[in-house]
């Protein structure tokens, strides 16, 4: 079974910082990997998918690349709202996601 | 509007039985690829079921194999998830969610862009 790993588990930011979030798999997936943010008790939200495809109606301060094993998210400049947690998932061999990264104020 | 809404969670005993369902609505239904995925109280989220538009392929995670039944009725937009032998480590809040599907260059990617709000199972004596 292909494993996700992502990292950091847990990020402190600051509004209008940076953020890069790193998510690896076990094994190749090509670009088989989608990006969801959570906020808590609600459903995840899809943000990026095909590694790199923004979902319409997302912002564009998100942004995903990488392929084969290695994957990153990015926020170029974090608003109030992004304060979630974040998983990736692959859709090479149906499903699994990372364990998720949560994104919390400074 | 495109909407999923699920329904049949509950309090169940350890060993028992429970059937979800998720009403689809503002979408194709029989057009898509359809999942459950769950997230256990405080942790993250995990994919736990795939079925195809006709039913004819379905996928599990190996935790729920054996357990677990998808199915779906496209004639009432319903897709539904037997749940048998229910374990502690079962309770989670459920959702459902549509596979959406993109054609870009030679190839196909799949991702869950529609979720209802989910559903609750807990498994208690």
């Known amino acids: 079974d292909i494993q996700l790993t992502q990292s950091p588990s847990f990020l402190s930011a600051s509004v209008g910082d940076r953020v890069t979030i790193t998510c690896r798999a076990s094994q190749g997936i090509s670009s088989y990997l989608a990006w969801y943010q959570q906020k808590p008790g609600k459903a995840p939200k899809l943000l990026i998918y095909a590694a790199s495809t923004l979902q319409s109606g997302v912002p564009s301060r998100f942004s995903g690349s990488g392929s084969g094993t290695e994957f990153t998210l990015t926020i170029s400049s974090l608003q109030p709202e992004d304060f979630a947690t974040y998983y990736c998932q692959q859709l090479n061999s149906w499903g699994a996601f990372g364990q998720g990264t949560k994104v919390e104020i400074k | 509007e495109v909407q999923l809404v699920e329904s049949g969670g509950g309090l169940v005993q350890p060993g028992g039985s429970l059937r979800l369902s998720c009403a689809a609505s503002?979408?194709?239904?029989?057009?898509?690829?359809m999942s459950w995925v769950r997230q256990a109280p405080g942790k993250g989220l995990e994919w736990v079921a795939n079925i195809k538009q006709d039913g004819s392929e379905k996928y599990y995670v190996d935790s729920v194999k054996g357990r677990f039944t998808i199915s779906r009725d496209n004639a009432k937009n319903s897709l539904y998830l037997q749940m048998n032998s229910l374990r502690a480590e079962d309770t989670a809040v459920y959702y459902c969610a549509r596979v959406g599907e993109a054609g870009i260059g030679l190839r196909y990617y799949y991702y869950m862009d529609v979720w209802g709000k989910g559903t609750t199972v807990t498994v208690s004596s």
């Open positions: 503002g979408f194709t239904f029989s057009s898509y690829w």
